[in-house]
């Protein structure tokens, strides 16, 4: 590279906060690590896939079992992994428990990565 051309980005557009512009704080660091973590599995991501696609805007536990093909212990198990991410949030309703995607925490992820 030149000493013309450079990759550095203009200072106006580091004060503006972009997410390509700001190095993450060690902090942030963690914070993605654990959602990456969440999101590394397979069962994870389609469950995660289940979940925001609903129509109705959340899910039953008991719902998800059939469509992964997985134990209920396993699928408990990977929503508990979900929801510590904080990419899904729970609530207990008599002995089930529905889980809904949480659209800031995805939004914060994502612009993460833009």
Known sequence: MSAKTSSARPASKVCCGTARDIPLSERDAD??????????????????SL????TEGEVCACDLVPPL???????????KILFEAGLVAREKRGVWVWYRAVPKRL???ASRLR
């Not at 999101?39 to 991501?45: E, G, I, K, M, T």
């Not at 979940?51 to 609903?54: A, D, T, V």
């Not at 997985?70 to 990977?78: D, E, F, L, N």
Request: a neutral charge.
């Open 31 to 48: 914070d993605l690590a654990i959602v990456f973590a969440a999101l590394s599995d397979p069962v994870r991501l389609r469950l995660l």
């Open 51 to 54: 979940i925001s696609s609903s």
């Open 69 to 79: 093909g997985k134990s209920q212990p396993t699928v408990s198990h990977h929503l």
């Open 107 to 109: 939004e914060a992820v």
